[in-house]
């Protein structure tokens, strides 16, 4: 009796969300403030005075990207797209793994970027927030990559 008990917990937990526990599991919750933060990054990269085309293009890229593919993926959980399917809980690795790369590369080149803007012009507070921000989602998107690969383990 207890093997069957253990067994449906490590079940429970390796399964994808939907619907609206989405909002109320771990790590699926970190959609959210992923979508925030990312979407500040956006908001600000497309505010700020651009020194370099290249190094910011990424960083808008790359809030555009992983907001757009964030979104998508809450949508889909929301609609139960998955069907309970485990090859679901591989794709979610996927996704977190790529966007905190991404994010990761994007921070760095935006500390960067501001780095070298500060030498040209005082006015850059539009990118030192972004930079901070896109640190923050990197962490996020880290964060959701550590329990996405335990629940990958678990299925």
Not at 18 to 34: A, K, Q, R, W
Not at 56 to 66: E, L, Y
Not at 89 to 108: G, H, K, N, P, R
Request: aromatic share 14%.
């Amino acid at each position: 009796m207890r093997e069957s008990f253990t067994m449906s917990s490590a079940t429970s937990r390796s399964s994808l969300p939907s619907g609206l526990s989405v909002f109320t599991t771990f790590p699926d919750v970190l959609f959210i403030p992923e979508m925030i933060f990312g979407g500040l990054v956006w908001i600000l990269i497309a505010c700020s005075k651009v020194p370099n085309d290249s190094l910011q293009g990424w960083v808008m890229f790359v809030s555009v990207f992983c907001f757009v593919l964030t979104a998508v993926l809450l949508f889909l959980y929301m609609c139960g797209a998955h069907g309970g399917s485990s090859s679901w809980v591989t794709l979610d690795v996927i996704c977190q793994e790529t966007a905190a790369l991404f994010y990761f590369s994007a921070s760095v080149l935006e500390a960067i970027a501001t780095k070298k803007m500060q030498a040209v012009t005082p006015f850059h507070q539009e990118n030192i927030s972004a930079t901070v921000f896109a640190f923050i989602a990197t962490l996020l998107y880290v964060i959701h990559i550590i329990y996405s690969l335990r629940r990958w383990k678990s299925s």
